[in-house]
């Protein structure tokens, strides 16, 4: 069965400092990865998806992704952090057509 | 993107009442679509799954006749929350997607917050 796992409910950067948010998961099978963030009070919106091809994968704001098989993780990263990014961050897996979700991690920015 | 609204984006009702949440797509047709519970400082889990026109398949531990749940159209489906308790207090957010996308295309509601007293 697939599982998520976020390493950390929350981590906290000062601004202009790189952004890592750690994602492993367990599959049988090569999976479709998705990281989707929450703002608050609000739904969820796609950051970045892999699918099949290009191991690094480039999202929205600023974000990529790398998938490393080897490591059965697919860490968000941002060079550079900005107070906007302050967020709940999902990294979820697809299981017959079902999202299965990692438990999150809030960003904090630190000014 | 597509567009997933959700109404009402927060409701208080007595314990005892039912609520009923609406979840529209305003710019595509949604064959499926999923409601999920969001518990404070937790991850989603999926209640259940809606084809347009046939019952919505819950997950293990949902109650049905719990969360009653419609998708009588392309763009709208609904879930009421019934007899409502306070540990039916919880963010719920639908998402939808359509059939003519990949499996993993799916579009979220900003949630409904429900305060049951």
């Known amino acids: 069965a697939q599982s998520v796992t976020q390493l950390g409910s929350h981590v906290s950067v000062s601004e202009g400092a790189l952004v890592l948010l750690r994602c492993n998961y367990s599959?049988?099978?090569?999976?479709?990865l998705f990281w989707y963030v929450q703002y608050p009070n609000q739904g969820l919106q796609l950051l970045l998806k892999?699918?099949?091809?290009a191991t690094l994968v480039k999202g929205i704001n600023g974000f990529e992704a790398e998938f490393k098989k080897s490591e059965t993780s697919f860490h968000l990263t941002k060079p550079s952090a900005h107070m906007s990014d302050a967020a709940e961050y999902f990294c979820?897996?697809?299981?017959?057509?079902?999202?299965?979700w990692g438990a999150g991690t809030k960003l904090i920015i630190k000014p | 993107g597509a567009v997933v609204s959700q109404h009402p984006s927060r409701v208080i009702c007595k314990s005892g009442t039912s609520v009923k949440i609406e979840c529209r797509s305003l710019?595509?047709?949604?064959?499926?679509m999923f409601w999920y519970r969001q518990f404070p400082k937790q991850s989603l889990m999926l209640m259940a799954t809606?084809?347009?026109?046939?019952?919505?398949?819950?997950e293990q531990g949902v109650e049905k006749d719990k969360f009653l749940i419609n998708h009588a159209s392309l763009t709208l489906s609904t879930l009421t929350v019934t007899s409502a308790h306070p540990e039916d207090s919880s963010f719920y957010i639908c998402?939808?997607?359509?059939?003519?996308?990949?499996?993993?295309?799916?579009?979220f509601g900003p949630g409904t917050r429900l305060t049951v007293t």
């Open positions: 998402s939808a997607r359509s059939g003519t996308w990949g499996a993993y295309e799916q579009y």
């Open positions: 710019d595509f047709q949604a064959t499926t």
């Open positions: 809606s084809n347009e026109g046939s019952k919505a398949t819950y």
């Open positions: 599959s049988s099978v090569p999976p479709y």
């Open positions: 892999y699918t099949t091809g």
């Open positions: 979820a897996v697809i299981r017959n057509y079902q999202l299965i």
